[in-house]
């Protein structure tokens, strides 16, 4: 039987704890786990059987999270990990070597665009960043040593719609991974894997928890790619050392990836969600498609009151009228363009500024996809290590302010923003 996305949200992966009928899936707050006898744990640690062995690699409530969220999701597999910038090196680290490259959208998030341009190099690795919306210029940058296409689904902060078929089409037609960052939409908006997309990554702190309580993020495996069609990615199709030559994916065919995932990835990487975090990220999920309804519904009420504000200049948000993407949204969130997007203010950077510092209601934070609504101002926080043209290419020039719209009372957000406007500009 197939299930609808809510029944989805609340049930996939959970079922009553076989020990003591607990509905509510247990918090397995255990470091160990007890082998039946001598060959359950040679098979255990031979991978010819799958089970517990050890909470860096695998834990009965993060397993429940991980089945939940690649349901949710429609892919065959999911590795949750720490936070979601581990997710992505837990995505590219089976792709790449040293010399190798993974072409990058210009419009991500400024951690991400710092991740990418400056810390992957110290691996051997190097972003090639490009204009998305450029197909020339995506498949001018594939040479032979790329190993996988990056972008984000709807680009924080600048709420840019990445054209997913195109790209999947360009991918393929390379022979290469399509990994899409699908933290401002989420799966209730884009499912990307719909779209041709190989992996998807989560930073689960967002939406997917939908409180402000949790850093985790997850990777996503559609099992759909075929890791042994070249010699590109000899991790998941070559011999492995550690398991006494076995090949993953011959062995796991669509499982491949995220096996790989958890034996090597989280067994030497490290970067494991601990169960309480999966337990709140759980938590939150039960109520995903609910949250977003409001929050898409209440994005679109306080875009269109700035919107015609005078002192505000312009608003990126996807959802009105007046965006260059507004009809992408129909064929790539036909639920709606989220929770998330900037405006300019005619004052620039000093009223930006002024008004994170006016506003009441709004929290002036470094997040997005909590309930609260959540302001800041990105050149001078997230996004101030890049240069002048990588702020403005990611969408995050000096007189924008990004707005995460949460599920308060929409008359509220703008009367706070309103006050805060007068205080700003005057
Ligand atoms: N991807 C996007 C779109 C983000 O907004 C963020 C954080 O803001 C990340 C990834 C990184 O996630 P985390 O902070 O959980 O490492």
Wanted: aromatic share 8%; proline share 5%; charged share 20%.
């Amino acid at each position: 039987m197939t299930y609808g996305f809510d029944t989805l949200q609340v049930h996939a992966g959970s079922r009553p704890d076989p020990a003591t009928g607990a509905r509510q899936t247990p918090i397995y707050q255990t470091t160990a786990y007890v082998f039946r006898d001598a060959d359950h744990a040679a098979a255990l640690f031979n991978l010819q059987e799958v089970g517990f062995i050890y909470s860096r690699l695998t834990n009965p409530t993060v397993a429940v999270l991980q089945e939940r969220i690649a349901a949710l999701e429609g892919g065959q597999g999911a590795i949750c990990c720490s936070s979601g910038h581990a997710a992505q090196i837990m995505a590219l680290f089976p792709l790449m070597g040293p010399g190798k490259n993974v072409v990058v959208s210009t419009r991500l998030y400024g951690g991400s665009i710092t991740q990418f341009s400056q810390t992957i190099k110290r691996f051997g690795w190097e972003a090639k960043f490009v204009d998305i919306d450029d197909s020339d210029a995506v498949k001018a940058a594939i040479d032979d040593d790329t190993r996988a296409v990056f972008c984000e689904t709807i680009a924080n902060p600048g709420g840019h719609i990445a054209d997913l078929k195109t790209l999947s089409g360009i991918a393929d037609a390379a022979g290469l991974p399509l990994i899409v960052d699908n933290t401002s939409a989420t799966p209730y908006l884009c499912r990307p894997i719909e779209h041709g997309a190989t992996l998807v990554v989560h930073s689960m702190t967002k939406y997917l928890t939908g409180n402000g309580t949790v850093t985790g993020g997850c990777v996503v495996d559609s099992g759909t790619f075929d890791w042994s069609a070249s010699d590109k990615f000899p991790s998941l199709s070559q011999p492995e050392p550690a398991y006494h030559g076995l090949k993953f994916h011959e062995t796991f065919g669509p499982l491949a990836f995220t096996f790989h995932g958890i034996a090597i990835g989280l067994r030497d990487l490290g970067m494991t969600l601990n169960p309480q975090a999966a337990h709140y990220t759980l938590m939150g999920i039960e109520t995903l498609s609910l949250r977003m309804e409001r929050h898409v519904a209440n994005a679109k009420t306080v875009a269109a009151w700035l919107e015609k504000d005078d002192r505000v200049d312009y608003v990126t948000y996807a959802g009105l009228e007046s965006s260059p993407y507004y009809d992408r949204i129909g064929q790539i969130c036909p639920k709606g363009a989220g929770g998330l997007f900037t405006f300019a203010l005619k004052g620039g950077y000093e009223a930006c500024v002024k008004l994170v510092d006016a506003v009441e209601v709004f929290s002036h934070v470094a997040n997005l996809g909590d309930t609260r609504s959540l302001i800041i101002h990105s050149a001078s926080t997230t996004h101030r290590q890049l240069s002048p043209e990588q702020q403005k290419a990611a969408g995050a020039a000096p007189e924008l302010v990004r707005l995460s719209i949460g599920i308060e009372d929409p008359a509220d957000l703008i009367a706070d923003l309103d006050q805060a406007l007068t205080k700003a500009c005057g």
